[in-house]
């Protein structure tokens, strides 16, 4: 089975995540940070993977480590998970309308983790969450990954549905 489980502890984090690639789309998500725990549970369901996220972080300064952190234990969890990738399709992309937002995203399983990301959000918050830290979140999973991620606005001039999109 494609399954993976992290734990990650740092001064300002505390971290354990489970993951399994061939999953139903269940996600048990509990970050402290109400919009990353809906985004994680679409990528969950969306990408048909079950994502089980416990956090405990130092959310009373900001969101930062903890957006951060789950970028690098999903990214670990991912890496693990795949294992050779033997018998995964190398390349993916998907173009996906959420309302006025447009988002372009292609994948490659290269091993060679990095990210190009052209988003430009037209406000820095979404509730509570600092838009700003999408892009920190997709640096972190694409490095721990060793997946080349290219993500781009088509359109959108709604910071809510183009993270949407992004995530799922």
């Not at 048990?28 to 993977?49: N, P």
């Not at 990301?117 to 509570?128: A, H, N, W, Y």
């Not at 700003?132 to 080349?148: H, W």
């Amino acid at each position: 089975m494609r399954r993976a489980e992290v734990f990650r502890k740092t001064a300002e984090t505390k971290i354990e995540l489970s993951l399994n690639l061939d999953g139903t789309g269940m996600g048990k998500i509990k970050t402290g940070c109400g919009f990353l725990d809906h985004m994680l549970t679409l990528f969950a369901r969306h990408g048909r993977f079950d994502l089980q996220v416990s956090c405990q972080g130092d959310t009373w300064v900001d969101d930062h480590h903890t957006v951060e952190d789950i970028g690098i234990c999903l990214g670990d969890a991912f890496a693990q998970a795949l294992g050779d990738k033997r018998g995964v399709v190398r390349y993916g992309n998907c173009t996906l309308p959420m309302d006025e937002a447009l988002i372009l995203t292609a994948v490659d399983l290269s091993g060679r983790g990095m990210l190009c990301c052209d988003l430009s959000f037209p406000t820095e918050k979404v509730g509570t969450f600092d838009t700003q830290l999408t892009k920190e979140f997709l640096i972190a999973f694409a490095r721990c990954s060793d997946i080349t991620v290219h993500v781009r606005q088509l359109a959108g001039e709604n910071s809510h549905h183009m993270i949407e999109g992004v995530f799922k």
